[in-house]
């Protein structure tokens, strides 16, 4: 069974810098996807980031493309999204996802606060 762990979030002004970290612990396969979403209140779970774990290849919301990076370290079983250029749009609790074989496993999320 894999356990997700998100860290990293904070309250930060407005063209600030964030990392958020997932830790996951348990087999991942290396088909599972990696994604990270966001949901700010009154809103629907939205999709940010994926990162497949055994590869390079990432996909990107048009809201963030260009100021998000998603990337990953197989070694530390963690994944990372690092955001510049942070918005007030962009606050939301942010959650880390493995997709993959019989596998849909969430974290429990990390707050992120952007002032005007």
Do not use: H
Not at 14 to 24: I, Y
Not at 39 to 49: L, N
Not at 66 to 83: A, C, E, H, P, W
Not at 84 to 93: F, I
């Amino acid at each position: 069974q894999v356990q997700l762990v998100e860290s990293g979030g904070g309250l930060v002004q407005a063209g600030a810098s964030l990392r958020l970290s997932c830790a996951a612990s348990g087999r991942i396969l290396s088909t599972t996807a990696m994604a990270w979403f966001r949901q700010s209140p009154g809103k629907e779970r939205e999709y940010v980031a994926a990162i497949i774990w055994s590869g390079s290849s990432t996909s990107y919301a048009s809201s963030v493309k260009g100021r998000f990076t998603i990337s990953k370290d197989n070694s530390k079983n963690t994944v990372y999204l690092q955001m510049n250029s942070l918005k007030p749009d962009d606050a939301a609790v942010y959650y880390c996802n493995a997709n993959g074989y019989a596998l849909d496993a969430w974290g429990q999320g990390t707050l992120v606060t952007v002032s005007s």
